[in-house]
């Protein structure tokens, strides 16, 4: 975070910008995941076990259809995902949105952006308190990314942006080509960094 602060001031200082005295990463984990009944999960050793199915046959039904993903979410789910947002607001997070997702029985839960270091805690928090909430439901949250074959796993989508202390958005992009100049230069520098340090994200991930 250090690093990233210096030189992004550096640019915005070769930009004209002196107003600015701090430059932070933000970021919004979107947690996708999977709930299931506890009785029907308890069935299956191999998602005790390991998180996801490692034998069985194909469902008849798929994520050919878009029935779940533009469907209203069901009232079982509706009250599990009410209960967690309370619970969370307890904690100080704040979830800006839920739904389903593309897969039978997925779902996302989108938190509010925050700055990266408090973003990772929070996302941590969120999965513990989806956990929780689940079993007093009678249901179980399913966090790995690959639970079920066949079907569309669940990612950790990360909005990821750096702003200023005085409220820039140093990636959000201009109304004109001049006003874009930053965004272009800000985005250029972040896609060479990636590529020339692709090894320790790896590493890191």
Not at 117 to 137: S, W
């Amino acid at each position: 975070m250090d690093a990233i602060n210096e030189q992004a001031l550096r640019i915005l200082r070769l930009m004209g910008n002196t107003t600015s005295k701090k430059v932070t990463p933000s970021v919004g984990a979107e947690q996708e995941y999977f709930i299931v009944d506890r009785e029907k999960y308890l069935q299956r050793k191999d998602l005790i076990f390991s998180g996801r199915t490692l034998f069985g046959a194909m469902p008849p039904k798929g994520q050919e259809l878009d029935d779940h993903y533009f469907g209203s979410i069901r009232e079982r789910i509706a009250a599990f995902m009410k209960d967690i947002n309370e619970e969370l607001w307890k904690l100080g997070v704040s979830a800006k949105t839920q739904h389903n997702e593309v897969a039978p029985a997925q779902h996302e839960l989108a938190p509010i952006y925050a700055q990266c270091n408090i973003a990772t805690d929070n996302n941590q928090l969120m999965m513990e308190v989806m956990k929780k909430v689940a079993y007093r439901h009678g249901l179980v949250c399913l966090l790995h990314e690959k639970p079920f074959a066949g079907v569309n796993g669940s990612g950790k989508h990360n909005n990821w942006s750096i702003t200023t202390d005085d409220g820039i958005n140093m990636l959000d992009p201009g109304k004109t080509p001049h006003e874009n100049f930053q965004f272009l230069l800000v985005l250029g520098a972040i896609m060479k960094a990636v590529d020339k340090h692709a090894d320790l994200l790896r590493e890191s991930a």
